[in-house]
């Protein structure tokens, strides 16, 4: 089974500097997705990032990018000039790639305090 | 844009109360999930829907079912509930086939049950 581990339960990062959020995934396909999922305080949950395994490029949105090393099996994010707006719950997710209803594999979260 | 809705954002039930949680999205998605959110366990799959009347077992199903009578709605059901069942219930959607898998979001139903 598809196992997510985020080691960090909490983080906090001044307000315009870089943070990076862990995550490291257990798997035996080569096809599959990777998200970073955001949750602010008392909000609905929504998408910050993709990757596709078979992609080398890492994926970037904006001030939000990743550091996708497949063979280590690490999927980590870093959010560059980090706002008091990024301050949430980070979900890690995995999602095998093939197949109309692939179930998702969440990471426990890892909560993201801004210091202004 | 998308949008996924939940009937209540806060339920207070008795134990041994029938709850009905009601998820409705709009993206005429095929998929629809039922997540269980408690701190430090992340979000735990409950069930998910991937067509009218179609269901599958997620990691967690005991003492709950669903059901799924239209493609736009995807209730879950509490039998009976009980204390150990207060938590934040999440519902989610996406496109089937080779997709990329992005989920979609409601805001939470956040459950206590007395």
């Known amino acids: 089974a598809q196992t997510v581990t985020q080691s960090q339960p909490e983080m906090s990062v001044q307000e315009a500097e870089t943070v990076t959020l862990s995550c490291t995934y257990d798997?035996?396909?080569?096809?599959?997705?990777l998200f970073w999922y955001k949750q602010p305080p008392s909000r609905q949950m929504i998408l910050v990032i993709r990757?596709?395994?078979?992609?080398?490029q890492n994926a970037t949105e904006n001030r939000f990018s990743v550091n996708f090393q497949k063979a280590a099996k690490s999927f980590s994010l870093k959010i560059s000039d980090s706002q008091l707006g990024d301050a949430a719950m980070y979900f890690c997710?995995?999602?095998?790639?093939?197949?109309?209803?692939?179930?998702?594999?969440f990471g426990t979260g890892t909560k993201l305090q801004v210091i202004p | 844009d998308v949008k996924v809705t939940q009937s209540s954002r806060y339920l207070v039930k008795r134990t041994g109360e029938k709850v009905f949680l009601e998820c409705v999205q709009d993206?005429?998605?095929?998929?629809m999930f039922w997540y269980r959110q408690d701190p430090g366990l992340g979000l735990r799959l409950i069930y998910f829907?991937?067509?009218?009347?179609?269901?599958e077992k997620g990691d967690i199903p005991e003492g709950y079912s669903v059901s799924r009578e239209k493609k736009e709605r995807f209730s879950l059901i509490l039998e009976s509930a009980s204390t150990n069942q207060t938590s934040m219930y999440l519902c989610?959607?996406?496109?089937?086939?080779?997709?990329?898998?992005?989920?979609?979001f409601g805001p939470g139903t956040r459950l206590t049950v007395l």
């Open positions: 990757q596709e395994a078979y992609k080398q």
């Open positions: 997710a995995y999602r095998r790639g093939s197949g109309g209803y692939q179930k998702v594999t």
């Open positions: 798997t035996s396909e080569s096809d599959y997705y």
């Open positions: 829907s991937y067509d009218v009347k179609m269901k």
């Open positions: 993206m005429d998605h095929e998929n």
């Open positions: 989610a959607s996406n496109f089937g086939g080779s997709g990329r898998g992005e989920q979609f």
